[in-house]
């Protein structure tokens, strides 16, 4: 079963292969929303300080029932941060959010801060972030560190750099939005692309090709789309507070044909994400 599987990081650090991704929602129900994901199975929990929502994922990690050392947390720093002093800051101030001793896993959330996405240079900002997290990670607060949102060349300005490269880069992948040189170039220098968003905030249930292809495997959309994106060799991060969607996005264990495969990477590229489209990671700016 997928909630049993796992990746192993550049660093040999193992991270469990579907995580349960928490953005949209709310901090005072994210403590039950961990537990219940928790009590069905999950051991990867995402979240980020952009959120608002670590307080309520570490009381949820706290108190779910599973020892620490058996689940893995990830946070993102928030894209704001391009200074070492700052995220220095950051990091700790996440740490005392949640209530935890230690995170398993901390990205720059992007390398421009949201409000000019994919705008201006911020490539000396990124580095002194990135040393802040490599000085958490050398102090034994996170087990591992890496990116998000990040294209090659963001990525490239680190490795230019640095004493520890990413190990992972959080990416908008999914069927009708799947980066297929970024996610080489990833894999080619052994960062683990985690695709967020695999059931494109649900624009994806809107088409017939997609539900034609899922009925063949008398499976859903959903999972048809989880599944996708684990056999490009990616870590999908379904978001969800209902306990039934979390246990129906665990079942994806069956494989798509490689002919299957193909007609969802060539899906027609989703460019509407309807209330969503004004986030800067779906309009692009």
């Keep these: 079963m997928i909630l049993n599987e ?9 991270i469990p292969k579907l995580g349960l991704g928490t953005w949209f929602i709310e ?12 009590q069905i199975g999950y051991r990867h929990i995402d979240t980020a300080q952009a959120y608002g929502n670590e307080h309520g994922v570490g009381e949820g990690v706290s108190s779910c029932g599973v ?13 704001e941060i391009k200074s070492y ?7 700790d101030a996440s740490l005392r959010k949640m209530g935890l001793d230690y995170i398993d896993l901390m990205l720059i959330h992007s390398p421009q801060p949201w409000n000019d996405f ?27 560190i890496g990116v998000s949102n990040f294209t090659q060349q963001d990525i490239e300005n680190i490795l230019s750099g640095c004493i520890e490269a990413p190990m992972v880069n959080q990416l908008l992948v999914h069927a009708g939005n799947t980066p297929f040189q970024l996610v080489a170039y990833c894999q080619s ?19 017939p090709a997609v539900k034609s292809i899922a009925d063949k495997y008398n499976v859903t959309v959903p999972q048809l789309c989880i599944r996708y ?24 264990d069956f494989v798509i044909s490689d002919d299957d495969m193909e007609q969802l990477k060539n ?17 692009g700016k």
């Design 229 to 252: 994106t684990l056999q490009l060799g990616t870590l999908p991060l379904p978001k969800t507070s209902n306990p039934q969607h979390m246990h129906d996005n665990a079942q994806v």
């Design 85 to 91: 002093q700052e995220a220095n800051k950051a990091i």
């Design 6 to 14: 796992i990746y192993t990081l550049s660093n040999g650090v193992k």
């Design 67 to 79: 020892s620490r050392e058996e689940l893995f947390v990830t946070t993102k720093l928030a894209a």
């Design 189 to 207: 220098q052994g960062i683990l692309v985690e695709a967020y968003s695999p059931i494109a905030h649900g624009e994806i249930l809107k088409n």
């Design 118 to 144: 994919r705008g201006g240079d911020y490539a000396e900002g990124n580095r002194e972030a990135w040393r802040g997290l490599e000085s958490a990670y050398k102090a034994g607060k996170l087990r591992a």
């Design 267 to 283: 899906l027609e590229q989703i460019k509407d994400y309807g209330k969503y489209s004004a986030f800067p990671v779906f309009s």
């Design 27 to 38: 901090d005072d129900k994210a403590a039950q929303a961990v537990k219940e994901a928790v």
